[in-house]
Nanobody, 119 residues
C-alpha cells in the first residue's frame, strides 16, 4: 500500500504565492516520476512533472511562474506557485509512479487540494 498526502492549498489573491507538498508513504522501493495535475470544471491539465533525476517539465500555462521540485530522502514532491492568476484556480493532484518491494510498479494519486485565486 502506498499513500500520498497533499497539503498547502488555499485561497490567495492574484499575484500571490502558494506552495503545495505531496508526501508518499508506505511500501516503497523507489519512486520514478512525480507530477502535479490540476482539474478545473471541464478541464484537466498536467501542470508539471519531474523525473527521478530531477529534470522538470512544465505546461506552457505555468512556465516561469511555477517550480516543481522533489526531496527523494523524504519521498516528497513540491510545487511552488508564484504570480498566481485566477485561471490557476483548480483542484491540484499529485501523481507518482512507484516501484514497490517485489518488483511491481503502480501509479498513485493524492486526494487533491483546492487552490483558489481571487481577482
Amino acid at each position: 500500500q502506498v499513500q500520498l498526502v497533499e497539503s498547502g492549498g488555499g485561497l490567495v489573491q492574484a499575484g500571490g504565492s502558494l506552495r503545495l507538498s505531496c508526501a508518499a508513504s508506505g511500501s516503497i522501493f523507489s519512486i520514478n516520476t512525480m507530477a502535479w495535475y490540476r482539474q478545473a470544471p471541464g478541464k484537466r491539465e498536467l501542470v508539471a512533472i519531474i523525473t527521478s533525476g530531477g529534470s522538470p517539465n512544465y505546461a506552457d500555462s505555468v512556465k516561469g511562474r511555477f517550480t516543481i521540485s522533489r526531496d527523494n530522502a523524504k519521498n516528497t514532491v513540491y510545487l511552488q506557485m508564484n504570480s498566481l492568476k485566477p485561471e490557476d484556480t483548480a483542484v491540484y493532484y499529485c501523481n507518482t509512479q512507484v516501484w514497490v518491494p517485489g518488483g511491481s510498479a503502480g501509479n498513485y494519486w493524492g486526494q487533491g487540494t483546492q487552490v483558489t485565486v481571487s481577482s
